[in-house]
């Protein structure tokens, strides 16, 4: 089903925004894809945070292969000391960040139950009760993890730049700018999609 939702959604971007257009004959198929594994999305997307890609995954390979390979459980974040967290490449902020989430978990403050089945307002408001979870990290779930195809992530630096690039401005758009070209340009219902079109055009 959300194969061809997002099948819909390219024809939808190639008829309303020729800029668009060229930017997905070159990219090609969208590879947007919704999984189950919500918690190590999250842990992830905080450890990642103000990176670059080729920064994050070092870091989370690290991260990872401390633990023996995989996404250690809540309980076991908790019990490893701040300063082999911080040995494994995360900084002060981020290891109070995933102590909470792992926290919060252990104490069902929070949880990942149903989440699918949810409005993308209440899982934002859910997931940002994680200390250092904001907007941008719940959008990046919303759109990575869940594949909500109308999510606008205007707060993020890739976007804003793909749009100075792609939409010929002359400077870096603020986020009502963002607001305003997708609207120009008629993303809506397939924001992400969008969203997911101009990161790739940075890699052209």
């Not at 920064?55 to 633990?67: P, V």
Request: aromatic letters at 8%.
């Amino acid at each position: 089903m959300k194969n061809l939702e997002i099948e819909n959604g390219i024809r939808h971007l190639e008829k309303n925004d020729h800029l668009m257009a060229s930017i997905i004959k070159k990219a090609g198929n969208c590879k947007l894809k919704a999984h189950r594994e919500y918690y190590s999305s999250l842990l992830e997307a905080i450890i990642g945070q103000q990176l670059s890609m080729k920064a994050a995954e070092s870091i989370i390979g690290k991260f990872k292969n401390y633990f023996g390979g995989s996404t250690p459980a809540p309980e076991l974040i908790l019990k490893t000391e701040d300063q082999v967290l911080r040995a494994l490449g995360l900084s002060n902020a981020k290891v109070k960040y995933v102590k909470d989430l792992s926290e919060k978990l252990v104490c069902k403050t929070i949880t990942f139950r149903k989440i699918n089945l949810k409005e993308d307002e209440e899982i934002i408001t859910e997931l940002t009760k994680v200390k250092g979870v904001g907007l941008w990290t719940a959008h990046m779930f919303l759109i990575f993890t869940l594949c909500r195809l109308n999510v606008l992530p205007v707060g993020d630096l890739g976007i804003k730049k793909a749009i100075m690039v792609n939409y010929n401005l002359k400077d870096l758009p603020d986020e009502k700018t963002v607001l305003s070209i997708s609207k120009q340009y008629k993303w809506e219902p397939y924001n992400s999609i969008a969203s997911w079109y101009l990161w790739k055009s940075l890699e052209f």
